[in-house]
Each structure stands twice: as structure tokens, then as C-alpha cells.
């Protein structure tokens, strides 16, 4: 209960004091030339302090939930303590959200100086952010409401406690999307001063890198549901605890995809701006981004369906919910790859809006970064087949279940070399959109950042065959 209480304020703390430390370098700024712009700017820095204040309640209510200052009296189950520990994650990563409100605060800070009256729409992008940090609030409290932490009538089912850990990195870990769409919100803010009928389209790119928390938050909401915290029928099955963090991985590292959208959304509101009919390319080439996060969605539904959360007729054993674990971090951490994929969207947009002809180009070489994340989606599949998750032979050998982390640790990771990828096809798509004939060369080097990938997925692929999870 301790941990989730220090979980809770101890990030959420992080992000709203990044958040208002960037704030508050361009309030500082700011006021030093224009005295009269305190009252405003203070406004603006004190939007991020919010999450940490979301996560002090959420740690006060767990405290007091055990009787740290003299609340509840007796022991607190095992269940109970884990659904603390949830919560924490829940409210406590989320609150992570404030470095993006941050960015978009500090955008606002700065056109007001020169148009007072894009106050209230520098809010409104600002405010946007927020969301993230809500649902993590949200999802939380219902987790201390349900597992009777807040009651007292504690829930006795160590399995669903392990289930609100997974519903706590569901929502808090894509809630972490907030970074790029304060992103998209800095660029959104800028555009609209300057040209005020891009409010709208502004809104719109700075509403997609929502779509990952939403995700998130579903997963979290499904989770609860299918373990019979809301009727209070509980599943008893541990191993249905352990399934669920794995979905929670999944979907929720999968959620940081929504930074490398953010990036492209920026670069789509930018030249939205300029060209109009820039808006429906732009558009598209954020859209790229969110595929890896519909890979983590997809591999958390899978993993409840075949396991038998969503019929709640749950026969898994804890060698099969440790392999769930490995496939949620095989798709959730390659799903970061889609940085990369944000910065080469990025400049696939500037290029498209110099030279329409590029737009096919610029998709092929935003494509490349999307590779790492179908690696981490065949890994978990993989896994998903050969320890019985799909056919129901499950497998019994804790062993086996263990090392599938380690398969997915494998390509997790290493689809972070989509990153560099995303470097070098940015600078490729410049180079062609220059010199057409340079578009081979520069595949060749971006294909180079690839073979670390590969050696991920290969040291994966003989991880399962010396398990022998193959000829099982």
C-alpha cells in the first residue's frame, strides 16, 4: 500500500514538475520584457501542477485506506494492497501527462505576449492534456472503490489484485501519450496565432495522440469488468492476474507510439497552415503512427479472449500468464518504434507540402520504421500459439513461461532501433525530395538501422526453439 502511495505522488510529482518547469521558463521570459503578462503566465504554469494534485489524493486516500493516519483498522489482505499498488501506477504514470501539458502551456506563455486574445484558445490546447491524467484519476479511484479499500469490505482474490496492477499500467503507461500531444497542441497553439481558422484543424491533429489513453483506459475498464471486479464475482485464478498485467504491458507501453504521432502531427499542422489541402495528408501520415498502438489493443484483446477472461471461464495456468507477460512487452515496447516513424512522417509532410509527387515517397520511407513493431506483433502471436493460449493446450512448465519474457524482452527492446531508422529516413526523404534518384541509396541506409531488429527477433525466435515450444 506504501509503494502505490509513493507511486502515486512520486511520478505524478515528476511530470508536473517538468511541466511547469518549462512553463515557467517561458513565463520567466516573458514577464522580464512584459511585467504585465504575470497574472496570465501564472495561469498557464500552474495548468500541470494538476496531476500531482490528482496523485497526492490518490496517496493520501491510500493511506488512509490502511490506516497510516488512524483510518481503517486491521490487516489489510494481500489483494487488498496490490489493488493499492494499481492505483498508484494508475494516477501515478499518468500524471507523467504534465511534460506534454507543459509544452503546450509553455507555447501558450509565449503567443499570448503578442495576442492577448489567444488566451482562452492556449488554455483550451493546454487544457487538452489533461485528459490523460483524468483517466489515470478515474481509474484509480475505481480500483480503491472496488476492491474496498475505501469501504473496508476489502476483496480477498490476490488474482484481481494482480489485475488492477495490469489496469494500472494500462491506463498510466499510455497515458504517457500526453507528451505528443502537447506536442501537436506547441504547434497547434502557434498556428492559430497566426492564422485563426486553424483553431479547428489544430484541435483535430492534437485530439489523435488521444486515441492511446483511450485504448489504454478501455483495456483497464475491461479488465475490471471481466474479473468480476464490478459484480464482485472474483475469478480465483492466479495465472488470470498474470494474463492481465501482460495486457496491461501490451496495450500500455504500446501508448508512447502517440509521441512519434505527436511529431507528426505538429509537422501536419504546420504545413496545414500553409496549404489548406495539406490537412487530409497530414492526417494520414499522423494516422501511420497509431498502428502500433492498435497492435498492443490487439494483442491485450487476444490474450483476454483466448485466456478466457471475456467469457470468464478462466482454465490458464501461471506458465501461460508469464508467456502473456513476454508477448505484452514483445508488441508494447516495439511499439515505440513509432518515434521514429514520427520523425520520418515528420519529414515526409514537409517534403509533400513543397512537392505533392512526394506523398507516395515520404509513406514508403514512414513505412520502413513500421517493421519493429510487426516483429514484436509476430513474437507475441508466436507465443501466444505455442504456449496454448490460442489452442487451449496450455503449457505447465513455469520455466517455459519465464523465459517467453525473455523473447520478448528481445524484440521489445530492440524495435527501439526504429528510432534511428526514423533519423536516417527523415534525412532521406529530404535527399530525394532533392534528387529523386537518391531515393534507392537512402533505403539502403535506413535499411541498415533495420538488422538490429533482426537480431532481436532472431535471438527471440531461438530463445522458443530451445524451449522447445515449437515441437510441443
Known amino acids: 500500500m506504501a509503494i502505490g502511495a509513493g507511486i ?21 521570459g516573458v514577464t522580464a520584457e512584459r511585467p504585465e503578462k504575470f497574472g496570465a503566465a501564472l495561469i498557464f504554469s500552474a495548468i500541470p501542477q494538476t496531476q500531482a494534485i490528482y496523485g497526492l489524493l490518490v496517496a493520501i486516500l491510500i493511506l488512509l485506506s490502511a490506516g497510516f493516519f488512524g483510518g481503517i483498522s486491521g490487516e489489510v489482505p494481500v489483494a487488498a494492497g496490490l489493488a493499492g499498488l494499481g492505483a498508484g501506477l494508475a494516477v501515478g504514470i499518468a500524471g507523467i501527462s504534465a511534460i506534454g501539458q507543459g509544452i503546450a502551456a509553455s507555447a501558450g506563455v509565449g503567443v499570448t505576449v ?5 488566451f482562452g484558445k492556449g488554455i483550451v490546447f493546454a487544457a487538452i492534456c489533461e485528459t490523460q491524467a483524468i483517466y489515470g484519476l478515474l481509474v484509480a479511484v475505481l480500483l480503491l472503490v472496488f476492491s474496498g479499500l475505501l469501504s473496508g469490505n476489502f476483496m480477498a482474490s490476490a488474482a484481481v489484485g494482480l489485475t488492477a496492477i495490469g489496469c494500472g499500467l494500462a491506463i498510466g503507461l499510455s497515458g504517457v501519450s500526453a507528451i505528443g ?3 501537436a497542441s506547441a504547434s497547434g497553439i502557434s498556428a492559430t ?13 492534437s485530439a489523435i495522440c488521444e486515441t492511446q489513453a483511450i485504448y489504454g483506459l478501455l483495456v483497464a475498464i475491461l479488465l475490471m469488468s471481466f474479473t468480476g471486479m464490478f459484480t464482485g464475482d472474483l475469478i480465483p485464478t492466479l495465472a ?20 512519434g504521432q505527436g511529431i507528426a502531427a505538429a509537422a501536419g499542422i504546420g504545413a496545414t497552415a500553409e ?7 497530414g492526417i494520414v501520415f499522423a494516422a501511420i503512427c497509431e498502428t502500433q498502438a492498435i497492435y498492443g489493443l490487439l494483442v ?19 506458465a501461460v500468464g508469464f508467456a502473456a507477460v513476454g508477448g505484452g512487452l514483445a508488441v508494447g515496447l516495439a511499439g515505440l518504434s513509432a518515434i521514429g516513424q514520427g520523425i520520418a512522417a515528420a519529414s515526409g509532410i514537409a517534403a509533400t507540402s513543397e512537392k505533392s509527387e512526394m506523398f507516395g515517397k515520404g509513406i514508403v520511407f514512414s513505412a520502413i520504421c513500421e517493421t519493429q513493431a510487426i516483429y514484436g506483433l509476430l513474437v507475441a502471436i508466436l507465443l ?9 493446450d496450455f503449457i505447465q512448465s513455469v520455466a517455459v513461461g519465464v523465459a517467453a519474457l525473455g523473447a520478448g524482452l528481445a524484440v521489445g527492446l530492440s524495435g527501439f532501433s526504429a528510432i534511428g531508422q526514423g533519423i536516417t529516413c527523415s534525412a532521406g526523404i529530404a535527399a530525394t525530395a532533392k534528387h529523386p534518384a537518391a531515393m534507392g541509396r537512402s533505403l539502403v541506409f535506413a535499411a541498415m538501422s533495420e538488422t538490429f531488429a533482426i537480431f532481436g527477433l532472431l535471438v527471440a525466435i531461438l530463445i522458443l526453439f530451445g524451449l522447445g515450444v515449437f515441437s510441443a
Open 8 to 28: 502515486a505522488i512520486g511520478f505524478s510529482a515528476i511530470g508536473s514538475g517538468i511541466g511547469v518547469g518549462i512553463t515557467g521558463a517561458s513565463a520567466a
Open 275 to 281: 496549404k489548406p489541402g495539406m490537412f487530409g495528408r
Open 114 to 118: 503578442s495576442r492577448p486574445e489567444m
Open 384 to 392: 501466444m500459439a505455442f504456449t496454448g493460449i490460442i489452442t487451449h
Open 181 to 183: 500531444q502537447g506536442i
Open 240 to 259: 488470470a492476474g498474470v494474463v492481465a498485467i501482460g495486457c496491461g504491458l501490451a496495450v500500455g507501453f504500446a501508448g508512447f507510439s502517440a509521441i
Open 300 to 318: 491485450a484483446i487476444l490474450l483476454m479472449a483466448f485466456t478466457g477472461l471475456i467469457s470468464q471461464d478462466v482454465t490458464t495456468t501461471l
Open 193 to 205: 496565432a497566426e492564422r485563426p481558422e486553424m483553431f479547428g484543424k489544430g484541435i483535430v491533429f
